[in-house]
């Protein structure tokens, strides 16, 4: 399909979306008889769209930029005024269907007929409000902080984020949203190969993937620690071998004298498979260690065909999971995720949705875009080169905006390009970053 083509269809998809929440906005209405239903200056439509387009500049400068400054746009209390009618479900239903429609585009880039899903979560720093108690956090004596936490299915060859769970920090446990997310992943339509860090491990995640028919990679942790394989007599060094055990909860002496054959679950330790009927539960997986560096060994278990997926082919897509990490960044700063607009979590929550809907929409267009690599002598050039995200979101912001049709958005994204600077590494710099201050916003 022709870039331009692409790039109208996914528009057009985003925009029949908007129409078919406004169809149903009566759903996520705080008063479903009386909210918007007067003429007014930001009606419901114009109210997602605003979402949608916003930036990291303060409020009323927002405003002002989507009305073209107009001597008649509305005031930031009348925005205010009008998402406070609207649930932050609207968004997140939004979100739903316009990715559930992007999935059906057209056919997806795929690794040997899989998509390749990277599984990992984020912590989302909120505008100061000790008021909320669920996502607010004592730092010792200092003032404090809130955060939300996003749990993420990002698809990493297709470069959208095709399933979310948020939800407040305090009430944090990544393997129960990665488990929400497995069962409702539609495995039959589009078969996937899901990968998660070392967080992930456990048995209860690994039955959800079994039972739901999914393949997998998680990484574990090595067989001199306190995780699952330090119960298995496994040899030094590099291994690809396969476990076989039955779960249980119960302990008989049978069960306890044959440690090889059953895995005790306390009754502490969360699993959803077994209660008074079914009391066992058969499970079956490959451990894989591999040399990442001389005497530094990483370890994944999977349930791949051996055949098919050697340790080499294991240890490359591993590696891919790394793509999610560098869309958070571009979700957070190109996408403006750290500027919100808003104090109550309803809002911030509305503003979250609205991100990831845009992030899709940008990475949708971004990734079809084909860059060709220059031949020849006099062409020849030293780094293959990729598109400049932070270049194309702006322009795809754009392209949503105007309907006049002058916007040419993969031909204006294709002339901006970055180099692709292979085996580059840096030492990664991790440190806290608070939401920005309102007082400190770009115009």
Known sequence: MNDQIY????????????????????????QPESDFTRDRKIPFETFIHICLQMEGGALQNELLKHFNFAEKTPTKSAFCQQRAKVSPEALKFLYCIFTEALMGL???????????????????????????????HQNGNKKGYNQLHLNAFFDILNGIYIDCVLEPDSKQHERAAFNVMVDRYPSAKYPAIIMADRGYEGYNVFAHLLRSGQKFIIRMKDIDSNGILSAYDLPDGEFDMDIETILTRRQTNQIRQNRNTYTIIPSASEFDFLDAENQFFPMAFRILRIEVSPGIYECVATNLDREEFPPEIIKKLYHMRWAEEGSFRDLKFTIDLVHFHCKKRQYVEQEIWARLVLYNFCEAITRHITVTRQTGKENAKKFDYKINFATAA??????????????????????????????????????????????????
């Open 7 to 30: 790039a109208a269809n996914v528009k057009k998809i985003l925009m029949d979306c908007i129409a078919d929440l406004d169809s149903v906005k009566w759903l996520f209405l705080e």
């Open 394 to 443: 702006c322009i795809c912001r754009a392209f949503l905006k105007r309907s006049d049709g002058e916007i040419n958005p993969c031909r204006l994204i294709g002339r901006f390009l970055i180099p692709i600077r292979p085996d580059r590494i840096a030492p990664r710099n991790i440190k806290p970053q608070s939401a920005k201050s309102f007082l400190y916003r770009a115009a």
């Open 106 to 136: 057209d056919a997806p880039k795929t690794f040997c007929g899989y998509r390749l899903i990277a599984c990992d979560g984020s912590d989302i720093n909120i505008p100061y409000n000790p008021a909320d108690e669920e996502t607010f």
